[in-house]
């Protein structure tokens, strides 16, 4: 039981120490106590681990006496466990990364480190609860966190808007999970994931139910627009809630669906999400074509990353759940790498804005590696985690003959390419813009580094090997959702029965290749880099001119124009106008009537009642 | 002796006095009107269930009424008179009715049983300020310094309500057979209260306008009975007794620090009055019921009994009620407190006993609602409900 909970205590008890050493630890101190605490948690899963590839599910008391006959348990599988290493491992490295980053702020660490800690215990909870009702709960006070976090600078104007956001757009669509698990308890008297009497209350109506609460969480289409608005959070809380945790939120609801009554609802919803998720797809990355601004660009790509997600876990196919898992860590990886550079980037220089930024590879070449890892993985390049995704991915749409997925995943991945190579280019190399010259650029601290480092170190090693992830933690996570998967993987890296990806191996080919070819251009003493003229498409630019943030955004909403109507905001914005006129319609009314005539009230409610008492 | 609800009303009483004695809230009459509507509160409920109850929580309905009396303004004597109003209207209704069915121990032959239906329908509706009888409350709520409202919303409406459970127990033909024209009422409750609170500038008739809302909420809990309806009846109405003197208490500190009423056209008042901000925050949470606060446990459980009693239908209307005073919520947060301060004001700051009794009336629902179990009323059920066959003491379906 302690093995089993113990990676929540952890947290928890990491929390207690933020409150009661407020007063005595400085920012750092308070960081590398939260990074401690997060690392232990990550150290007390990976126990679980044997028993997840096993088969075995686990179970323990959390709260045993909660409320009545309901108490709060849990049951770990192996889904539960990808959700938990994912949650310790990338918040012990983001945590890393927040240690230097927040020592300069003057107020709110013990704050920000403590629902930190809360945020990574809740994920932990949602994934290894044992019933809905844990879940939901979970699922909320994740929800609160994120508020939390993102209003994290709570007197500036932009973070409270973003924040109100968050809770307004994810909790009004979290209802859905509220009213669905309600529908199921009514009918089955019983909320636990894998009993049999949920499986025959859950129709496809509380599915869907469900899945409209994911799709808020996990930045489906049309319900994503708070994700951009949550980016004047603390990059760390971008890095782990925006990246690798709270999104994947509906991602695990998603898949946790699969346990009950054998996935029947799928039958009904796959064209409906697999719908969702590939306009979800297109609508992030070309949104995120338009921006300038470092952290909304990734926030809108992060919209698209999940649409992919949500591809692969809609087909219902054991495949499917591979990649769609697979993913679903790949993307935590590299994504929160991305976001941790943009950080570091944002704290070096004092500008996410890559209208103002230009040519600081030269200040920042740690960066700019990492950055160029993960940007090379989120674009599906070979030998990165990122392709070996969407390999699995279009796999399993081709095994279902979708080919029309794998187009829109194409496109997409085309796309995102093309936006990270401007973003890339306008961020790290080129000539400083005007904004820059003069100002002291530094490279981020080892310990930024080391946290941003280590994770696109993961990038490229599950590029190489994905069998190390796939074996160990996807494939009994795929099992333990009823699959029963006949994949095999070995030192050589995937092979299914649909056909071998053979990583491993050529991952080394490629690697070697590259050695080779950059110990000839050492060899050879090629010129020293300098300034060229630009192909752009039309005329050659002259020597040092290129195409900067602002030529490429217009150039995307010129090309794209239409697709940027698909904005869904102003639609809330006139719900929003629509409900307050009723309600100030309502309030005329209604003082008229009964609260300036009280006694007209009072007379209408008594005939109201004896009339009602004798038609009843 | 009720276990839960006397500790709840002296915790009430000694916060609600240690915070007027910092932030005042009226004068000596006020002091000793407060004092003597909590006093026979408390003494209801040690009376138990009997017309002694009846008697001492109707004296300290008149006694709240006196307490907004005493507020001295014109404005404050005008909303004393409605409160009267309803109050001497709804002590009528209500006795009678009691009177007919003998405090619940017979239903008395038709059509007699449907007149004592119809007086405390309307004896409830005036009582809680249901709509469409709302009208004391709001009126209440501006004329009258936070805490008095508070302390009508917590105690007096919250004593009025827990009169109500012990009666669904002891004669639930009350509810079952006219269950209709309760979940009638309820639902007007809910989304008309959830509605006009939204066309509020003023943060206190907000405040009043949500407890209708939430009113509207428990009384769906008290008409479906049952396991989940009442459980959800009794751990609402103790979260929104809890939830009321946190957000009264935090607008109270706040208008205290800007000396004139709080509008949604105040900003950044989070800066000054961190403390009342983030218990406004805390408690308004747990007023929408987001877990883990005591609201939560009670909402779920109404939306159980929601489900149970309308289906998919009245599931519909308890989110769109739902939803609204979510809106409305967040709305003030962020507008109110949060953000930056857009006219800076030199005011006074939060004194520390205030600013304890938020802290712990704030975090006291989030405590609960980790172990709700200990709230859970330990007293045996009433003898008369004993006697009865286990079904009539049952849900509607």
Not at chain 1, 412 to 433: D, R
Request: charged residues 10%.
């Amino acid at each position: 039981m302690t093995s089993i909970t113990l990676p929540i205590l952890l947290l928890l008890g990491g929390f207690v120490l933020q409150l009661l050493l407020a007063r005595l630890l400085t920012p750092v101190g308070k960081g590398v106590l939260a990074t401690a605490a997060v690392f232990a948690s990550f150290l007390a899963t990976l126990p679980l681990v044997p028993a997840a590839m096993a088969g075995i599910a686990m179970e323990a008391p959390l709260l045993p006496v909660w409320d009545g006959p309901f108490s709060l348990g849990l049951r770990i599988d192996g889904l539960s466990v990808l959700f938990m290493l994912m949650g310790t491992g990338i918040g012990a490295a983001i945590l890393l990364f927040s240690v230097r980053y927040m020592e300069h702020e003057e107020q709110g660490t013990t704050r920000f480190y403590a629902i930190m800690l809360v945020f990574i215990a809740g994920l932990l909870l949602l994934a290894s609860a044992a019933d809905m009702l844990g879940a939901y709960m979970a699922w909320e006070v994740i929800g609160l966190c994120s508020y939390s976090l993102v209003g994290f600078w709570y007197r500036q104007r932009a973070a409270t808007d973003g924040a109100r956001k968050v809770l307004v757009i994810t909790h009004l669509a979290g209802y859905g999970f509220l009213i669905g698990l309600v529908l199921v308890y009514s009918r089955a008297g019983t909320l636990v994931w894998t009993d049999p009497a949920v499986g025959s209350a859950f129709t496809s109506g509380v599915a869907a139910l469900f899945i409209v609460a994911a799709m808020a969480k996990s930045v489906m289409f049309p319900l994503h627009t708070w994700i951009p608005e949550a980016m004047n959070a603390p990059t760390p809380v971008s890095a782990l809630l925006h990246s690798a945790c709270y999104v994947k939120a509906g991602v695990y609801l998603i898949a946790r669906m699969y346990v009950i009554g054998d996935g029947q609802w799928q039958v009904a919803l796959e064209v409906p999400l697999l719908a969702v998720g590939c306009v979800t797809i297109l609508v992030g990355v070309i949104f995120a074509m338009a921006q300038t601004d470092l952290k909304r660009l990734l926030a809108f790509h992060t919209v698209s990353q999940l649409g992919y997600i949500v591809v692969g876990l809609a087909l219902g196919t054991d495949l499917g759940l591979a990649a769609g898992l697979f993913y679903c860590l790949s993307h935590a990886l590299f994504k929160g790498t991305l976001f941790m550079c943009a950080g570091a980037i944002q704290h070096a220089t004092g500008t996410r804005d890559l209208r103002d930024l230009g040519g600081i590879a030269t200040a920042m070449p740690g960066t700019a590696k990492v950055w160029i890892v993960a940007a090379a993985s989120i674009a599906g390049v070979p030998l990165t985690n990122g392709f070996v995704a969407k390999w699995l991915l279009f796999g399993a749409a081709l095994d279902k003959g979708l080919l029309i997925v794998v187009l829109v995943g194409w496109i997409g991945s085309i796309l995102t390419a093309f936006s990270f190579l401007k973003a890339t280019v306008n961020a790290f190399y080129g000539v400083p813009s005007k904004a820059m010259l003069g100002r002291p650029v530094h490279e981020a601290s080892p310990s930024m580094l080391a946290g941003m480092g280590s994770m696109a170190g993961l990038c490229l090693l599950f590029g190489l090997a994905p069998q190390l992830l796939m074996v160990p933690v996807v494939a009994p996570a795929v099992r333990s959702l009823g699959f029963d998967w006949a994949v095999q993987m070995s030192w050589l890296g995937i092979l299914t029965d649909r056909g071998s990806i053979a990583m491993t191996v050529g991952g080394v080919v490629v690697l070697a290749s590259a050695m080779l070819g950059l110990l000839v251009y050492r060899l050879a003493q090629a010129p020293a880099p300098g300034l060229v003229s630009v192909y752009s498409g039309g005329e050659p630019l002259p020597a040092g001119d290129r195409p900067g943030a602002v030529d490429f955004a217009e150039m995307a909403e010129h090309a794209f124009h239409p697709v940027y109507s698909l904005d869904p905001d102003p639609g809330y914005l006139r719900i929003w106008r629509g409900l307050t006129s009723v309600a100030g319609a309502a309030q005329t009314a209604a003082r008229m009537v009964f609260e300036d005539r009280p006694l007209l009230a009072i007379g209408l409610a008594a005939v109201a009642a004896l009339a009602g008492v004798w038609l009843v | 002796m009720d276990m839960v609800l006397i500790p709840l009303f002296l915790a009430i009483a000694l916060g609600v006095g240690l915070y007027a004695r910092v932030i005042p809230q009226g004068n000596g009459g006020w002091w000793r009107f407060a004092a003597a509507t909590v006093a026979l509160a408390v003494a209801a409920r040690l009376a138990g269930h009997g017309w002694a109850a009846v008697l001492l929580a109707s004296a300290a309905e008149f006694l709240a009424v006196a307490m907004v009396w005493s507020g001295g303004t014109a404005e404050a004597r005008a909303a004393a008179r409605k409160y009267l109003t309803a109050v001497a209207l709804a002590t009528l209704c209500g006795w009678t009715a009691l009177a007919l069915i003998q405090l619940g121990a017979v239903r008395p032959a038709a059509p007699w049983d449907r007149l004592a239906v119809a007086l405390l329908l309307v004896s409830v509706a005036l009582k809680l300020g249901l709509v469409p009888v709302y009208f004391w409350l709001p009126a209440v709520a501006r004329a009258s310094s936070a805490m008095t409202t508070a302390l009508i919303v917590a105690v007096v409406d919250v004593g009025a309500f827990c009169e109500l459970l012990a009666l669904r127990d002891i004669a639930p033909w009350l509810f079952t057979d006219f269950a209709p024209l309760w979940i009638g009422l309820a639902v007007l409750s809910l989304l008309g209260a959830a509605l006009l609170a939204l066309a509020q500038r003023e943060l206190k008739p907000m405040l009043a306008f949500s407890s209708i809302d939430d009113m509207g909420y428990l009384l769906l809990g008290l008409v479906a009975g049952g396991t989940d309806g009442m459980a959800g009846a009794w751990f609402g109405i103790l979260g929104h007794a809890m939830g009321k003197i946190v957000l009264f208490g935090a607008v109270g500190a706040a208008e205290w620090h800007l000396g004139r009423a709080l509008t949604l056209d105040d900003r950044g008042l989070s800066t000054p009055l961190p403390v009342a901000s983030a218990a406004f925050m805390l408690g308004a949470l747990g007023f929408i019921g987001i877990p883990p606060t005591l609201g939560f446990v009670g909402h779920w459980r109404l939306y159980l009994a929601g489900a149970e009693l309308g289906g998919p239908l009245l599931l519909a209307v308890l989110y769109a009620s739902s939803a609204m005073a979510l809106l409305c919520y967040v709305r003030a947060i962020h507008r109110v407190w949060l953000g930056p301060v857009e006219a800076p004001v030199v005011g006074r700051s939060l004194p520390r006993a205030a600013a304890l009794v938020l802290l712990a009336f704030a975090i006291a629902p989030v405590l609960f609602g980790l172990a709700p179990n200990g709230l859970r009323p330990a007293s045996e059920p009433h003898p008369h409900v004993a006697a009865l066959p286990t079904e009539s003491a049952g849900g509607v379906k």
